[in-house]
């Protein structure tokens, strides 16, 4: 499932914590137009998938399949792929014309790192994926336990919606406008008090491609909370693609579940334009051609949650002094 022209449908994956208002939201756009020919896939961890059902009383002829058996981040097997396949027979036989959209509703415990690396393994269709993660106005914070959950979720959004706008009062929004900002700057934040209005720009059909990735590399090298390490590595001039991969597949080995966002401009092989690295967790987007008005401010901006920028250093430290880039912490923690 590789990404490709603003033509080819889009994949949503739809993320948040327990009870954040994911069904909500999807019922929502749902009962709108925009939403016709939109397919849904519904994951719930447990064995009666409620969301499915509540999602589906919604609109009779909803094109939709449920992925049952847990967690879908948790399996491993061909589960997604499966459904995916079962959603798009089912249109077929049906005589609709393809689907502009999908979109995958995932369990509260989902994490998006895992899901995005089996979708990238689907090649019998091809679709632009996108991530949306729902933040809770009621209880936007995060505990020990869901922190590790709710960062990879959020920090992976290219939007995040800000949802229970009709029971806060107060500074409540503006607290949970500031906590979406901690994780995730360059998300497009939603926040909306109407509901229709707020579903339609959740789901509205993406623009931020190259042009926008210069703010959106400022905007998350501002990033900071308390456990998340914010870094910025940079080349002191081009580097071949081989070593640029190394480098990044050492990086997610060193770590792991920790690794939250890689996101950044390098020049590779002298080009003229620089190559855009995409990363969520430990899985990357296929690399692609930055605009040529892009070149200025290369470099490689790294969320990571629990990891220190002596780590880096140390892993950095094994090339040579010619393909071994400069690293800086930019947030207070990772310092």
């Keep these: 499932m ?3 022209s603003p033509a080819t449908p889009e994949f949503v ?3 948040g914590s327990l009870g954040s208002g994911k069904t909500t939201l999807l019922c929502d756009y749902l009962s709108l137009l925009d939403s016709a020919d939109t397919g849904v896939i519904v994951n719930e961890a447990g064995e009666i998938n409620v969301d499915g059902a509540v999602v589906a009383s919604g609109r009779r002829d909803l094109p939709m399949t449920l992925l049952g058996n847990g967690c879908v981040c948790c399996s491993f097997g061909d589960d997604l792929h499966s459904a995916i396949d079962e959603l798009l027979v089912a249109r077929r036989q049906s005589g609709a014309g393809e689907f502009r959209r999908i979109i ?4 509260g415990l989902a994490m998006p790192g895992p899901i995005l690396r ?3 393994r689907y090649d019998r269709a091809e679709y632009r994926l996108r991530i949306v993660s729902t933040l809770d106005a009621v209880d936007p914070y995060a505990d020990d336990v869901t922190f590790p959950i709710r960062s990879a979720q959020l920090t992976a959004a290219r939007s995040i919606v800000v949802t229970k706008l009709d029971r806060v009062f107060g500074d409540a929004i503006d607290v949970a406008e500031r906590v979406a900002r901690e994780f995730n700057p360059a998300a497009v934040l939603v926040t909306t008090e109407d509901r229709s209005a707020r579903a339609r720009a959740a789901f509205a059909p993406s623009e931020l491609e190259a042009k926008t990735v210069s703010s959106q590399f400022q905007a998350i090298a501002a990033t ?3 456990r ?3 870094f910025l590595a940079q080349w002191p001039g081009s580097v071949s693609w081989g070593n640029l991969a190394d480098w990044l597949e050492d990086l997610a080995g060193l770590c792991g579940d920790r690794l939250l966002r890689v996101k950044g401009l390098v020049s590779v092989g002298g080009a003229p334009r620089s190559i855009l690295i995409d990363g969520v967790g430990t899985t990357f987007a296929e690399p692609r051609w930055a605009e040529a008005e892009l070149a200025a401010g290369r470099g490689i901006v790294i969320i990571a949650r629990d990891v220190g920028l002596d780590e880096l250093t140390n892993m950095s430290g094994a090339y040579s002094s010619d393909v071994r880039p400069s690293l800086r912490a930019t947030s207070r923690r990772a310092a």
């Design 118 to 120: 089996s979708l990238m």
């Design 228 to 230: 998340l390490g914010v």
């Design 224 to 226: 900071d909370h308390s």
């Design 13 to 15: 994956l739809l993320t």
């Design 2 to 4: 590789r990404t490709s």
């Design 104 to 107: 995958l509703e995932t369990s």
